[in-house]
């Protein structure tokens, strides 16, 4: 029997084990004791408040049929226009930035229709957020990144009915992102705002 083996087998050595295994397991406890996501709000919930469940029936709304809307399909085309339609029944005027998207580290380009809408602010500074609607071809993409999209459209219902934000918020609704972020480089090089 080695050192450390006779120093565990000891009643010391046992007990000392013990104690930092209690110490251990006590200070996992407190870490996710205190660790609660916030309770889900219903569609009840004031107007101003976010609700997971409003956001859910956007994404519903959205995506009635769980098929792919890759980038440049028909599909893809017919999700755009209900996002529009939402985006004006929020309020908002949504543009559409239709451009060439580019992405040289990887030498991949493609035409893309990003969906811009903005909620003025008293000041001259803004907050952007982004979420992507294209999928991949072989899936309907509600984890990657229609959940997203929903989120924002949910998060720009409650500001509306909310006073005046202190910063603009600018909602980009990026398109060709699973083609290689190709929506946020047009975004980001010809950017009316």
């Given at each position: 029997m080695d050192e450390r083996e006779r120093e565990f087998r000891s009643p010391g050595g046992t007990l000392?084990?013990?104690?930092?295994?209690?110490?251990?397991?006590?200070?996992?406890?407190?870490?996710?004791?205190?660790?609660?996501?916030?309770?889900?709000?219903?569609?009840?919930?004031?107007?101003?408040?976010?609700?997971?469940e409003r956001a859910q029936r956007y994404?519903?709304?959205l995506l009635p049929q769980q098929i792919p809307h890759p980038l440049g399909s028909p599909q893809n085309v017919a999700l755009r226009q209900r996002l529009l339609d939402r985006l004006n029944a929020l309020d908002y005027a949504p543009q559409v930035l239709?451009?060439?998207?580019?992405?040289?580290?990887?030498?991949?380009?493609?035409?893309?229709?990003?969906?811009?809408?903005?909620?003025?602010g008293r000041e001259d500074a803004a907050l952007l957020l982004v979420a992507h609607y294209d999928s991949v071809p072989a899936g309907p993409g509600v984890g990657d990144d229609l959940s997203g999209v929903a989120t924002?459209?949910?998060?720009?219902?409650?500001?509306?009915?909310?006073?005046?934000?202190q910063a603009s918020v600018i909602f980009l609704f990026s398109d060709g992102e699973e083609e290689g972020l190709l929506g946020a480089s047009a975004f980001a090089h010809i950017s009316p705002l």
């Open positions: 000392a084990w013990a104690l930092a295994l209690v110490l251990a397991a006590l200070a996992v406890v407190l870490a996710f004791s205190g660790a609660h996501p916030p309770a889900v709000r219903g569609a009840q919930a004031p107007a101003t408040a976010f609700s997971a994404w519903h709304a239709s451009a060439t998207g580019c992405i040289e580290k990887y030498m991949v380009c493609g035409p893309v229709n990003d969906v811009i809408a903005t909620l003025p924002m459209l949910e998060i720009a219902r409650a500001l509306r009915a909310g006073p005046t934000p």
